[in-house]
């Protein structure tokens, strides 16, 4: 049946949210027209024709014919309305020609499907009216007990019967639609929540959701990192915009990679950049010079993908990385597509050292070297001047040479 199901009023254009809504109402649909089969069997052995057994029956042939016509018009809404337009009319229809709730062994709960049905496919306000039609139908029957036609009696034993069928038959469909929803809602929360860890910390996520704001957070001792392609506006010009964004987001996926390993916090790219910051980020702990490996690392893959390009004729980046290290501001801008940012003299100083540094080098202040001198060899530059800073100590940093030898510089912390 679930085949079959995907088949149903099926476009081209629909969304995954409509085309499974559609396999769940032709699929709910199926069942209640077998339903409908069934209980006119049993009316009909029961009580020969009557006004129960044509309602039953007159119902299947509805459900059939509208599964029918619906599939071929592609259109599922004129199923979800003429479906539980019947399971609103029959069921009452039934109870009123049995008489009161006993006889009838509660065949209107079927009713119930319809505000329910409609919530689910359609929206809130056709449900709430089809709630209050359910409810005066409940009461009419329990103050009048109106008889359609001829009485009709059944033994105990039947009524039981009715009993057992209309309930545990009307309230599997309910606690099936009732899961289904509800897991529906749990998937979407779930995708929600992922997609604001991927934009957030998660105690500024956490923060988020709980308060619906985020109040700003001093940082002493974090490690700021900023990369840049070298002449990226000269090879945008050259290649197609698929091109430069393929190439773009393979080197940022795996900066991407490098800096979850480190317990690196990714801020945001600003068109060929990438910025990132370590420290004290929910509750994980990350040291300078867990920032600056990973700049190295970014460094050997970008050399490694250029060699590999260079090879087959392909277009590829040569990239400049910068880092410092001190004291920032971070918080939530925004309201719409709101953003994690940092701020400060840390955060423009980086910067300064990525744009003051060199091809294939990770470029570091004097002041970040002397935190992590005893991990990385490093080259002395000498003071160079900084825009709005003045003159500042600079160094290239590199993996100490008995790394280089040993290889022994941890890729999983």
Known sequence: MFKYAKLYARREDDLPDVA????LLVIICSFLFLCGVAWWLMWYLIFGWSIPTTAAGLFGVWMLIMIVVSHKLKNHMLLVHATFLGTMIVPVVCQWSLGNMHNSGMIIAWSFLTPLGILIFSSLRPAIIYMAIFVTCIMITVLFEPVLGRPLV?????????????LITSFSVIFATSAWFVNTIKKEKLVSETLLLNILPTDVAEELKKFGKVEPVAHEKVTVLFTDFKGFTEQSEAITAKELVEEINTCFAAFDEIVTRYNIEKIKTIGD?????GGNFSGVDCTPWHVISAGLEMQEYIHQRKKERDQLGEFSFEMRVGVHCGSIVSGVVGVKKFQFDIWGDTVNIASRMQSHGEVGEVNI???AFELVK????????????????GEMPMYFVRKKKSDLLTDDLPREL
């Open 20 to 23: 499974f809504q559609k396999r």
């Open 365 to 367: 202040t004097g002041s």
């Open 154 to 166: 059944a033994t105990e034993g039947i009524i039981q019967l009715f009993y057992s069928m209309n």
């Open 273 to 277: 950049s990438y910025m990132a910051v």
């Open 374 to 389: 005893d991990k990385f060899d490093g080259e002395y530059r000498g003071k160079l001047p900084v825009k709005g800073k």
